[in-house]
Nanobody
Framework: QVQLVESGGGLVQPGGSLRLSCVLSGNMFTGYVMGWYRQAPGKQREWVARIRFDGTSSITDNVKGRFTISRDNAENSITLFLQMNSLKPEDTAVYYC?????????WGHGTQVTVSS
């Protein structure tokens, strides 16, 4: 059984920053490629960023240069981060972490990010 807990969301003004965290624990392989995803109101969930065990990462084009993904690997857990800078209203969404590609059994509750003045 795998547990995922996302945190760090909130209300921020345009141009502001947030740092999201996700703790993954349980019966798992710590070498997973991990990803951040988001779902805006009325839209499908989309991939935002992913990172390999060795730190190699990929970022989707519409947040490139503003978002950075990182991870801490422990023996029995992974902590995943998403540093979000220069936030825009269109970044408003619920943000989720999961494996990449995503495992449908792993979706957590996510963390709400709202960018508004």
């Amino acid at each position: 059984q795998v547990q995922l807990v996302e945190s760090g969301g909130g209300l921020v003004q345009p141009g502001g920053s947030l740092r999201l965290s996700c703790v993954l624990s349980g019966n798992m392989f710590t070498g997973y490629v991990m990803g951040w995803y988001r779902q805006a109101p009325g839209k499908q969930r989309e991939w935002v960023a992913r990172i390999r065990f060795d730190g190699t990462s990929s970022i989707t084009d519409n947040v490139k240069g503003r978002f950075t993904i990182s991870r801490d690997n422990a023996e029995n857990s992974i902590t995943l981060f998403l540093q979000m800078n220069s936030l825009k209203p269109e970044d408003t969404a619920v943000y989720y972490c999961n494996r990449w590609p995503a495992d449908s059994n792993w979706w957590g509750h996510g963390t709400q990010v709202t960018v508004s003045s």
